[in-house]
């Protein structure tokens, strides 16, 4: 089992950054690929951005590539993601997933094109995030 630990979010204007942070406590090894989904009210959850932890492979959703950076801490277990120049349009409920269960391909690179909600066994509890015009 893997319990998730998001820290980070809130309020913030149009331009600002913000950082959310995820540690994975439990089983480890479902900690070599991680990533982070959004949701609003009415809508399918969304890949936004994820990390095989053991190589550096990353997936960044087009709306937030060049804007959005994940970065690891191997020795924490955690996972981060520092969102600049954030828009009103990136406002949701931020969820941390790990437990990818296409290993190989989150190590490839290979996102089929892009993770999906099913992909992952493991979710936090979410974060929100409010951006302001």
């Known amino acids: 089992q893997v319990q998730l630990v998001e820290s980070g979010g809130g309020s913030v204007q149009a331009g600002g950054s913000l950082r959310l942070s995820c540690t994975a406590y439990?089983?480890?090894?479902?900690?070599?690929?991680m990533g982070w989904f959004r949701q609003t009210p009415g809508k399918e959850r969304e890949g936004v951005a994820a990390?095989?932890?053991?190589?550096?492979?990353?997936y960044y959703d087009d709306s937030v590539k060049g804007r959005f950076t994940v970065s690891q801490d191997n020795a924490k277990n955690t996972l981060s993601v520092e969102m600049n120049s954030l828009k009103p349009e990136d406002s949701a409920m931020y969820y941390c997933a790990a437990g990818f269960r296409r290993l190989q391909d989150c190590a490839s690179g290979s996102w089929r094109p892009a993770p999906r909600e099913g992909d992952f066994r493991y979710w936090g509890q979410g974060t929100q995030v409010t951006v302001s015009s």
């Open positions: 439990g089983d480890t090894y479902s900690s070599f690929c």
């Open positions: 990390l095989y932890t053991g190589g550096g492979n990353t």
